[in-house]
């Protein structure tokens, strides 16, 4: 994945499972991450938080083989 490039993410939480997509500007699909169930009014806010952070970094590993350096979940 070319750091220089735009990618667009998108997130599907709900409550039984989390998905994360990344793709790039064409719709070509570069990266999926999963998580847990993210509805807040199931699981709490905090617990919501952990689903969707797990599902796109999730994504981002496997776009790019790792998390970015500056991961914004740190």
């Known amino acids: 994945m070319d750091t220089a490039s735009r990618y667009l993410l998108a997130v599907e ?3 039984s499972k989390t998905t994360a997509q990344l793709t790039d500007l064409e719709g070509k699909s570069v990266g999926r991450g999963y998580g847990p169930g993210s509805n807040p009014h199931s ?3 905090e617990t919501a938080y952990k689903a969707l952070a797990m599902a796109i970094d999730g994504a981002l ?3 790019t083989g790792r998390l970015p350096v500056s991961s914004y979940w740190q």
């Open 13 to 15: 939480g709900g409550g």
């Open 61 to 63: 590993i496997n776009a």
């Open 43 to 45: 699981v709490g806010f």
